[in-house]
């Protein structure tokens, strides 16, 4: 059941609101790619047959049989046991997603050897293998958008932990006293630098009777500030929004000098819409590492942006299948 | 230069205040073992020197040339870059010691395969191999002494990162508004959970007039209460002891919660003075893994206390060498 070796593989990256469908060479070069939308809040039913209708088109576009691919990786958000191939615990925009066992599920559907892993882990592989990565043995990747994920590449593998659940980067404690956050943990780094945080301090700020061109950008509605027009603002010099970006960028920096301290890793790779601000959210960090981080490992790290954007996840899944399906533990 | 394979590995942990030199059979077995202060503050040279004459007397008591040896493996308090086997930046007791190449120094003059590691890594790596961790793939240790230190199995073998200065786990900020830390950071663990945090607030707070039987204890010298005499009041019910100690178990809880949830390990090990408080110290954070780090990994991780005592560096350093003498990476 682990299909053809020199096989292509397919790829898939379920994410909260599109799936991303893509075929791979046996060298990892992608060959065709498609994009659906995930329609999450349908429920977990409708999506797995989503998913299995993308991975039909993939096949029938490029006239493949199942039997002729060399196996499948799905990329997914939320807690995932890769041995198992199991969704245990659903990310925040995939509600219902407990307990799905969806290697199972698309095995037997494909019957192909079928893998899945955690999407940031996956992005992690992807950019070690194809992207900003390239060559490097030991890096964190850290994934910036409206939570805060992350991938660990340690001694040129991937680090998945016990069951595949590593790697939670946004979800280690910096501020003890800090906010509350939907995980059960407290301080949390996703509470205090993630697209969503950064969204809530702004309109805190303003509902609070700050002034900033942010009420305009959004229409008079204050409340439905985004993180992308904090971002745009910030850049037009508008000083609460630079104050929000530069608290969310100060806490940021906190997480990579913990992450430098524990792993010592020749990289770190910034991934997702806030890395995409650049300078004006990873500078400050940057200049943290230097400043606070052990010298022996801060004047090594290089702190880079991702390559593959939102290609990086269904890049590692391919990737994550080639080895998996190598090692034959479909 | 990498000596006879099938042979005896000689290992040394060179600590603040002792070297623990020891012979082992090339499986790993301990058959000798000796110990000489360190005499940290006489400088590097006589330190060296007093290495020098550890490692020959454990040569001649043993009736062993150093060419019948397998290798010297070398754990060293301080940040140490394994690959050239040079300590670059000295540990708190240990003044001095910096950019110098111990391997080097060692393989001249014995005309054997010289391999040096962080001593906390070597603890992690002995209590793998040999102690609380066998079998166990992913674990990450605390040394929770004076200060705290850390050691990292990943994916079933030592991770040191980039160059060998991986885990300083009692350097992540988790109060960004805590203290102050010799590192340079803000709020470090080891500021807030270790041995010289601990006693650092028990003379801060009876020095500000709050009544304890640590002062007694202390011969009345109240600015002298040791972390030891800390437990020992706090096991006798002293109320301030117990707060005390309380507070540091607590901090040590938030590490706890963070590795948990970055590595997703299926054991923590606790070794250290500190750790032999048993539940008093380690219960709270027990608890706060098992509310507080992402179920899919709290479930399944093991929180022990390490099994090799102050042996676990000189073991994992004998591991070490073996393993790097096998590569034929002298």
Redo the contacts between chains.
């Keep these: 059941m682990t299909g053809q070796h020199d096989a292509p593989i397919l790829a898939v990256d379920i994410g909260g609101t599109k799936i991303l469908t893509a075929l791979f060479s046996p060298e990892g070069k992608m060959l065709a790619k498609d994009v659906c939308p995930t329609l999450a809040d349908e429920g977990v039913k409708p999506v797995i047959e989503r998913l299995c209708s993308a991975i039909e088109s993939m096949l029938d576009g490029n006239n493949l049989k199942a039997s002729q691919i060399g196996g499948i990786g799905i990329a997914c958000a939320g807690?995932i046991?890769s041995g198992r191939g199991v969704v245990?615990?659903p990310s925040p925009n995939m509600a219902g997603w407990v307990d799905i066992p969806l290697a199972d599920i698309i095995r037997e559907r494909f019957k192909i050897g079928t893998f899945v892993v955690n999407d940031a882990s996956a992005a992690a592989l992807g950019e070690h293998r194809f992207g900003a990565g390239r060559g490097v043995?030991?890096l964190v990747l850290f994934t910036l958008g409206t939570g805060i994920g992350?991938g660990i590449i340690?001694?040129g593998?991937l680090?998945?932990?016990?069951?595949?659940?590593?790697?939670?980067?946004g979800?280690?404690?910096?501020?003890?006293?800090g906010p509350q956050c939907g995980?059960?943990?407290?301080g949390c780094l996703e509470m205090l630098a993630s697209g969503r945080a950064v969204e809530r301090d702004a309109v805190k700020r303003i509902s609070q009777g700050e002034k900033s061109s942010l009420t305009e950008m959004a229409g008079g509605k204050a409340e439905s500030v985004t993180a992308e027009q904090v971002g745009t603002a910030a850049k037009n010099g508008d000083p609460l929004a630079l104050d929000v970006l530069s608290r969310a960028a100060y806490?940021l920096g906190?997480g990579m000098?913990?992450v430098v301290?524990?792993?010592?890793?020749?990289m770190i790779v910034l991934g997702g819409g806030m890395a995409e601000l650049g300078d004006l959210f990873i500078g400050p960090g940057r200049k943290m590492v230097a400043?606070?981080?052990?010298?022996?490992?801060s004047r090594?790290?290089r702190i880079v942006t991702a390559q593959l954007g939102n290609e990086a996840g269904v890049c590692g899944a391919a990737a994550f299948a080639l080895d998996r399906s190598k090692r034959g533990t479909a």
């Design positions: 807690g046991d245990v615990t043995n030991n992350g340690a001694n593998e680090y998945l932990g016990a069951i595949g659940a590593a790697a939670e980067m979800h280690m404690t910096i501020d003890d006293n995980c059960g943990n407290t806490y906190i000098v913990n301290n524990i792993f010592n890793p020749e400043e606070r981080a052990f010298p022996i490992s090594i790290v």
